[in-house]
């Protein structure tokens, strides 16, 4: 650094690269010897590297979301979470360009060839005419401490994990003794934090900036220690303070020095940089030096200043008391001094030079900067260096909400509800070489339906203890509650694929659907006999609902294992439109459905009968229901009326039958009761 830098800046694609120079400390020898100059570069500041390819070291990825448990993995069920921050990924460099490090190379070189101002740059004739007039090198460095500086006050970390402003980040510490290295650093961002970050990246600067502290080794100034005396005056002043005092001390000797070092009798010249580190020190050891010198020099002025002459003029006799003896000499009040000029062997100057090398801090600096210009001139490349990440869909996967909607039998109540012993579901999902996993699940039901309410939590065999109610369910893939109506939800889950994931998957699959397979098991149809009031008529006893190997694809996140999905015609209730009056009025409605039996012939006819011991309080729903079997529009049916009258031993009694009335459709049957005289209706002769 004594001898002068030079500064090179150049420009490439509209970005200026500066490279500060230094000069070997012995330059000039080496030319001497033959060899050449050498010159060392350091980067002015740091800047983002690039890959080999010429695309910068940088990803920003910005991700943000709501999971809640049904679609996402690592997500309790009935409960959500929102997330978003930013993830900045880059790496700095002190190395520029390739090309900006040659052309700085040539021209350092070519300002050199100009002429110099001193021995350092000074390029010896004859060096000119080389292949190579200089070595050029980076400068070594000793040590290296990388900080980043960003949004939060020490650079590394700020606030707490889910705070806005949350900063972590890696890559600060000890760096490479390598200028040309490269830094990487890895910042994790709170949301308002990544949105400063992504904000800065599109504008002139970023909040972000990386420096290096870095210790340099560079030889000091020469530190030259220049003494020289006049021992004439020297002689001269040591005769005159020996006229008035007859002895010095070792403390006069050098109270003396000291006076003729002010009067320029003594002269001490000291050059040395005291602004270089550890300058203090160093004058405090050359200070030292220099009493030791001064001392030595007394020691050297008393063997010959004070040196006895071959001849002494004393013509007074001593008087008594008078005698001195000084370093061993005897004289008296009237003793002489005589400087032999002939025999002065003291030196009249010392030189003392210190050359050495010292550790130099130097800071070298850089902001995350340069995107903003880079996609301004090519915004197609935005998708390279920016991208989002919508947390909604990652790690997904597919909760299949399954629930038997099943009127369960009550026997408490007689004859009531579907007579389904338990259905069943299988939910399929494709393994990566297109084997469907089946998950399964029993529906059975509820083992008291009269005592069970909405709010209650009924376990079946096998189910986790400690679930939740309806209203919050938990993460067991089973949780078992009822009503009378309802009794289970199986929650079926699978991490969903990519399409691209999966090889042989069945015909028409795509990731955001599964496979379900549902059975229903019925009991076998009760007794006219057990409940007067209901016909249940069941043609099969199981039922799947969903044919073939892999049942049903669908994309429904809600699959009802429904027991009218097993061709189920339910006419409830069934009433008539007139009142009875008398107990010998019977009205009789006869119910046939549609289409063939199981045995090939025409399904059979049910009757229900209503009498007037039927209304008020004593009135019975009456309910028919047949379930066929054959999955899909359940069949049509008709019904007709006929009406008896009962007479007497002396009264003929009356009846008629009602033509028969198409319907179609599970629901309520209102039937029309027709008059006797109402067209179509048949009067049987009563006799």
Same mark, same amino acid.
């Given at each position: 650094?004594?001898?002068?830098?030079?500064?090179?800046?150049?420009?490439?694609?509209?970005?200026?690269?500066?490279?500060?120079?230094?000069?070997?400390?012995?330059?000039?020898?080496?030319?001497?010897?033959?060899?050449?100059?050498?010159?060392?570069?350091?980067?002015?500041?740091?800047?983002?590297?690039?890959?080999?390819?010429?695309?910068?070291?940088?990803?920003?990825?910005?991700?943000?979301?709501?999971?809640?448990?049904?679609?996402?993995?690592?997500?309790?069920?009935?409960?959500?979470?929102?997330?978003?921050?930013?993830?900045?990924?880059?790496?700095?460099?002190?190395?520029?360009?390739?090309?900006?490090?040659?052309?700085?190379?040539?021209?350092?070189?070519?300002?050199?060839?100009?002429?110099?101002?001193?021995?350092?740059?000074?390029?010896?004739?004859?060096?000119?005419?080389?292949?190579?007039?200089?070595?050029?090198?980076?400068?070594?460095?000793?040590?290296?401490?990388?900080?980043?500086?960003?949004?939060?006050?020490?650079?590394?970390?700020?606030?707490?994990?889910?705070?806005?402003?949350?900063?972590?980040?890696?890559?600060?510490?000890?760096?490479?003794?390598?200028?040309?290295?490269?830094?990487?650093?890895?910042?994790?961002?709170?949301?308002?934090?990544?949105?400063?970050?992504?904000?800065?990246?599109?504008?002139?600067?970023?909040?972000?900036?990386?420096?290096?502290?870095?210790?340099?080794?560079?030889?000091?100034?020469?530190?030259?220690?220049?003494?020289?005396?006049?021992?004439?005056?020297?002689?001269?002043?040591?005769?005159?303070?020996?006229?008035?005092?007859?002895?010095?001390?070792?403390?006069?000797?050098?109270?003396?020095?000291?006076?003729?070092?002010?009067?320029?009798?003594?002269?001490?010249?000291?050059?040395?940089?005291?602004?270089?580190?550890?300058?203090?020190?160093?004058?405090?050891?050359?200070?030292?030096?220099?009493?030791?010198?001064?001392?030595?020099?007394?020691?050297?002025?008393?063997?010959?200043?004070?040196?006895?002459?071959?001849?002494?003029?004393?013509?007074?006799?001593?008087?008594?008391?008078?005698?001195?003896?000084?370093?061993?000499?005897?004289?008296?009040?009237?003793?002489?001094?005589?400087?032999?000029?002939?025999?002065?062997?003291?030196?009249?100057?010392?030189?003392?030079?210190?050359?050495?090398?010292?550790?130099?801090?130097?800071?070298?600096?850089?902001?995350?900067?340069?995107?903003?210009?880079?996609?301004?001139?090519?915004?197609?490349?935005?998708?390279?260096?920016?991208?989002?990440?919508?947390?909604?869909?990652?790690?997904?996967?597919?909760?299949?909400?399954?629930?038997?909607?099943?009127?369960?039998?009550?026997?408490?109540?007689?004859?009531?509800?579907?007579?389904?012993?338990?259905?069943?579901?299988?939910?399929?999902?494709?393994?990566?070489?297109?084997?469907?996993?089946?998950?399964?699940?029993?529906?059975?039901?509820?083992?008291?339906?009269?005592?069970?309410?909405?709010?209650?939590?009924?376990?079946?065999?096998?189910?986790?203890?400690?679930?939740?109610?309806? !209203? @919050? $369910?938990? %993460?067991?893939?089973?949780?078992?509650? *009822? =009503?009378?109506?309802?009794? &289970? /939800?199986?929650?079926?889950?699978?991490?969903?694929?990519?399409?691209?994931?999966?090889?042989?998957?069945?015909?028409?699959?795509?990731?955001?659907?599964?496979?379900?397979?549902?059975?229903?098991?019925?009991?076998?149809?009760?007794?006219?006999?057990?409940?007067?009031?209901?016909?249940?008529?069941?043609?099969?006893?199981?039922?799947?609902?969903?044919?073939?190997?892999?049942?049903?694809?669908?994309?429904?996140?809600?699959?009802?294992?429904?027991?009218?999905?097993?061709?189920?015609?339910? !006419? @409830? $209730?069934? %009433?008539?439109?007139?009142?009875?009056? *008398? =107990?010998?009025?019977?009205? &009789? /409605?006869?119910?046939?459905?549609?289409?063939?039996?199981?045995?090939?012939?025409?399904?059979?006819?049910?009757?229900?009968?209503?009498?007037?011991?039927?209304?008020?309080?004593?009135?019975?729903?009456?309910?028919?229901?047949?379930?066929?079997?054959?999955?899909?529009?359940?069949?049509?049916?008709?019904?007709?009326?006929?009406?008896?009258?009962?007479?007497?031993?002396?009264?003929?009694?009356?009846?008629?039958?009602?033509?028969?009335?198409?319907?179609?459709?599970?629901?309520?049957?209102?039937?029309?009761?027709?008059?006797?005289?109402?067209?179509?209706?048949?009067?049987?002769?009563?006799?």
């Amino acid at each position: 650094m004594a001898g002068g830098f030079e500064t090179v800046t150049l420009n490439d694609a509209g970005v200026e690269y500066a490279l500060v120079f230094l000069p070997d400390k012995h330059n000039d020898e080496l030319q001497a010897q033959g060899s050449n100059p050498v010159f060392y570069w350091l980067p002015e500041r740091m800047r983002l590297a690039r890959k080999p390819n010429g695309d910068l070291r940088l990803s920003f990825l910005h991700f943000m979301g709501v999971q809640d448990g049904e679609t996402n993995i690592g997500v309790l069920p009935g409960q959500t979470r929102e997330t978003s921050g930013g993830v900045l990924s880059f790496a700095m460099t002190g190395a520029p360009p390739d090309g900006v490090l040659q052309a700085a190379h040539k021209q350092i070189l070519e300002r050199m060839q100009q002429g110099s101002r001193d021995r350092f740059w000074q390029v010896k004739p004859g060096m000119a005419d080389r292949s190579t007039i200089a070595d050029i090198r980076p400068i070594p460095i000793r040590s290296s401490t990388l900080r980043l500086m960003i949004t939060d006050q020490d650079g590394t970390q700020g606030g707490n994990a889910g705070d806005p402003f949350f900063v972590t980040a890696q890559g600060a510490g000890p760096g490479s003794l390598i200028p040309t290295a490269e830094h990487p650093f890895v910042v994790n961002l709170g949301t308002f934090a990544a949105a400063q970050v992504e904000q800065g990246l599109l504008s002139t600067e970023v909040p972000i900036g990386v420096t290096a502290d870095l210790t340099l080794p560079l030889w000091a100034p020469i530190t030259r220690l220049h003494m020289t005396a006049n021992w004439e005056r020297v002689f001269s002043h040591f005769t005159a303070q020996a006229s008035a005092s007859y002895w010095w001390s070792s403390a006069d000797l050098k109270a003396t020095w000291n006076t003729l070092r002010i009067n320029g009798d003594i002269q001490v010249e000291l050059e040395m940089d005291r602004t270089i580190p550890g300058a203090d020190n160093k004058e405090a050891m050359v200070t030292k030096y220099i009493d030791m010198l001064v001392a030595m020099w007394l020691d050297q002025a008393k063997q010959v200043i004070f040196q006895p002459m071959p001849e002494v003029q004393d013509p007074a006799p001593p008087k008594p008391g008078g005698l001195l003896n000084l370093f061993g000499w005897g004289f008296n009040a009237g003793f002489n001094l005589n400087f032999r000029r002939d025999r002065v062997e003291i030196a009249n100057s010392f030189t003392f030079e210190v050359d050495e090398m010292y550790a130099q801090p130097s800071t070298m600096g850089g902001n995350v900067d340069g995107v903003a210009d880079l996609l301004a001139a090519h915004p197609e490349l935005k998708s390279r260096y920016m991208r989002t990440l919508y947390l909604d869909n990652w790690e997904r996967k597919i909760t299949t909400v399954c629930r038997p909607v099943i009127k369960w039998p009550d026997p408490a109540h007689g004859v009531s509800g579907d007579p389904v012993k338990f259905a069943s579901v299988q939910i399929g999902y494709p393994s990566v070489n297109g084997e469907i996993a089946w998950s399964a699940h029993d529906f059975l039901p509820p083992p008291r339906p009269q005592d069970v309410d909405a709010t209650t939590d009924v376990h079946s065999e096998g189910a986790p203890v400690g679930e939740t109610t309806p !209203l @919050a $369910p938990a %993460s067991s893939p089973t949780l078992v509650y *009822a =009503s009378g109506a309802t009794s &289970e /939800v199986f929650f079926a889950r699978q991490t969903q694929k990519k399409a691209e994931e999966v090889a042989g998957a069945p015909e028409g699959w795509r990731p955001d659907k599964v496979f379900v397979r549902r059975t229903i098991q019925f009991d076998e149809s009760p007794s006219a006999l057990d409940d007067r009031f209901s016909r249940i008529i069941v043609e099969a006893n199981e039922v799947d609902l969903d044919p073939g190997p892999f049942g049903t694809l669908t994309d429904s996140l809600d699959v009802a294992v429904r027991a009218d999905n097993a061709g189920a015609l339910v !006419l @409830a $209730p069934i %009433s008539i439109n007139r009142d009875l009056t *008398a =107990s010998n009025q019977i009205v &009789e /409605v006869q119910v046939q459905p549609k289409g063939e039996g199981p045995d090939g012939g025409e399904r059979p006819i049910s009757t229900f009968t209503f009498t007037m011991a039927d209304t008020g309080e004593d009135y019975k729903e009456r309910r028919f229901a047949l379930y066929t079997g054959q999955p899909g529009r359940p069949p049509a049916y008709r019904y007709r009326v006929r009406v008896i009258i009962k007479g007497t031993l002396f009264e003929d009694g009356d009846e008629w039958i009602g033509p028969w009335t198409d319907g179609e459709g599970s629901g309520d049957l209102a039937v029309r009761v027709p008059k006797k005289t109402a067209p179509g209706v048949t009067v049987v002769s009563q006799d």
